[in-house]
């Protein structure tokens, strides 16, 4: 704990339900600690919580990023334990209410609409997404934010128009598709995949070019986004990589920081993950402190913090996620001495 500079872990079980949980709160100044609930099948309790412990730290330096007021939680349950779901996403709304509002919850993977409703009836430290036809989905802000950075990386590191370019997309979920369709809007051609065969008709109907999910990563594109699960992009499927730009989109692209160095020795540029999906963060922030339900134009500037990245990583002569930390470690301590 002290080696990861996290202010609270809570463990949260509950027997009946099955649930088995962790809330990492990596810091509190700034106040509230943001972050999604995840939830997902782990081998083990000490799995689950490395996974909170990684994703609640990174949430710091996202919000540093994003010029958030906040810091960064994460809330991680072992999915294969839970026997009633409705049940154990109750109680873990109980213990979420209990900490009086210092973590202010949000979805991530595994996550469903259906879990947010019912989390909804036990606490009111629950970001809103999508939930009255105000605010657009999480997913939809993740991938209009994504979009203005991966646009930005383009205009800095290719001569082709957007119009010119192809763009594929591992995994088409909420974020995954939402971005193959501002992507093929603005004439760029988009290739996916899907492990799931259900997500595949929505994104034909797009007009994405499907490929088997074995093939995405070695696919010919100017842009590689993967908005699957994390650690795609490793040892062994970067000598595949066919991409210039690699827009990590999922939390955790990476099997390890270091693989950014290799991606950049390869000459790859990589768009650092928690710089790049920042957008639902960034609006649902934006609505808790000014009960607005959008803001395109703060969306908008995850291109200048992409664009100042690939600056630092040039000027230093860093891998672009070494640019990213550093930044982000500039502006925490910045908010501390303030």
């Not at 469903?112 to 997404?129: G, K, R």
């Not at 692209?253 to 990589?270: C, M, P, R, V, Y």
């Amino acid at each position: 704990m002290a080696f990861e500079g996290h202010e609270q872990i809570l463990a949260v079980q509950d027997a009946p339900s099955g649930l088995r949980a962790w809330i990492a709160i990596h810091a509190l100044d700034p106040q509230p600690a943001f972050g999604g609930i995840r939830i997902l099948d782990y081998r083990s309790e000490r799995d689950a919580l490395f996974d909170a412990l990684r994703l609640s730290r990174i949430m710091t330096y996202k919000c540093a990023l994003a010029g958030v007021q906040g810091s960064g939680a994460k809330t991680v349950v072992i999915a294969n334990s839970i026997n009633d779901r409705a049940a154990a996403i109750r109680v873990l709304g109980r213990h979420i209410e209990g900490l009086g509002g210092i973590y202010r919850a949000g979805p991530d993977a595994g996550f469903t609409s259906e879990d947010q409703q019912v989390l909804m009836e036990e606490t009111q430290y629950i970001a809103h997404f999508g939930v009255d036809g105000r605010m657009q989905s999480a997913g939809d802000a993740t991938a209009e934010g994504a979009m203005h950075g991966i646009l930005r990386a383009l205009e800095l590191r290719s001569e082709l128009p957007v119009e010119e370019t192809t763009v594929a997309i591992q995994g088409l979920g909420a974020v995954g598709v939402s971005l193959a369709k501002r992507f093929i809007e603005l004439g760029a051609r988009v290739i996916g995949a899907d492990a799931d065969s259900s997500k595949i008709a929505l994104a034909q109907n797009l007009g994405v070019t499907i490929v088997p999910p074995s093939k995405i990563l070695s696919t010919s594109c100017d842009v590689l986004v993967p908005c699957a699960m994390g650690g795609t992009i490793h040892d062994v499927s970067i000598p595949r990589i066919q991409a210039s730009i690699v827009a990590g989109v999922a939390n955790n692209t990476l099997g390890h920081d270091s693989q950014a160095a290799l991606l950049k020795e390869n000459n790859i540029t990589f768009l650092p993950d928690f710089a790049l999906n920042a957008g639902a963060l960034i609006e649902g922030s934006h609505n808790l402190h000014t009960n607005e339900n959008s803001c395109p134009k703060k969306l908008a500037e995850i291109g200048e913090t992409i664009a100042n990245i690939l600056q630092r990583s040039d000027d230093d002569k860093l891998s672009t996620i070494e640019a990213a930390f550093v930044l982000a470690s500039e502006k925490v301590i910045a908010t501390k001495n303030h």
